[in-house]
């Protein structure tokens, strides 16, 4: 997408332009107002990644709008961050900028964009031609603070990042490789007679601490890495964004303590031509990333 006066463009009361690092304390905010679980090492990773498909809409020299897109091995893009200011709802700011990061992904020739649709957002990305394709649950789990044991760094193995490539649909070594270097601790693995069974990774954020991804060829692999992430954790409050269509995470989750937070829709548009193996998938990295 091209934008005139050096990446601007200009819808009805505001102006659309590409995000920078200096905008990430607005997107922060406007996560915490809406009770996200982002952080700004999430934001900088989207400006790493795609630092010319993430915009921002200013109106009276203010951010008052986000939104952020990444790309994997070109077979498919993602849309996340889509947030307004509460003030500026209900003026259309939201889908403009959404439609900015489709025409730009459109315009790098990604054939297919996916997002994750609260029940709110999903009327309006229909709209715009996104098919649903996986129903996903957030799951919460609340608890005191536990001991949280030292434990040495979990290494992100080749055999790992294959078996991702596999199960995703697409290479996203990069961004699984800046999480695990954030957070080592939650680098997790299960064998079974020596062969990789199940992989999994972890993040703080800003409420709770996340599970995702986290991915199992059986029921027992799957039960080890989330007694694992648990212990290791050791926070009061834990999310899991788990696929409906997944054999054993929900049982898994609610015999753990979770609850049922909200739904969320995964959607496409375009060829979804690389839909990987949600059969595995127990946990998604995040709504923000896939």
Known sequence: MKFPRQGEKRCMECLLRRMTAGDIPAGARF?????????????????????????????EDEVVGTVATISY???????????????????????????????????????????DA??????????????????????????????????????????????????FGADRSSLLRAIANEHPGFVLKSLRQGKLAGYSFGRRGALA?????????????????????????????????????????INLLRQHGFRFSRPLTRMYRGRNEFPGRTDLQCGVLGPEFG
């Open 73 to 115: 091995e070109g077979r498919f893009a993602w849309i996340g961050m889509v947030l307004v200011h509460p003030e500026r709802r209900g003026k259309g700011i939201g889908r403009k900028l959404l439609k900015a990061a489709i025409d730009y992904l459109t315009d790098c020739r990604i054939p297919c964009i996916k997002l």
């Open 118 to 167: 609260t029940p709110q957002g999903k009327p309006l990305y229909a709209k715009l031609g996104f098919a649903g394709e996986l129903e996903i649950e957030r799951w919460e789990l609340q608890r005191s603070p536990q001991s949280n044991p030292a434990a040495s760094p979990g290494v992100v193995t080749e055999e790992a990042l294959e078996q991702d490539h596999e199960v």
């Open 31 to 59: 996560a915490q107002i809406a009770a996200w679980n982002q952080t700004r090492s999430d934001w900088e990773m989207f400006l790493r990644a795609s630092p010319e498909g993430c915009f921002v809409a200013e109106a």
């Open 209 to 249: 601490d996340h599970l995702g991804p986290w991915v199992a060829r059986d029921e027992f692999s799957a039960r080890e890495l989330l007694d694992k992430f648990l212990n290791r954790s050791g926070g009061a409050r834990i999310f899991v964004d788990a696929p409906t269509s997944n054999p054993w995470a």
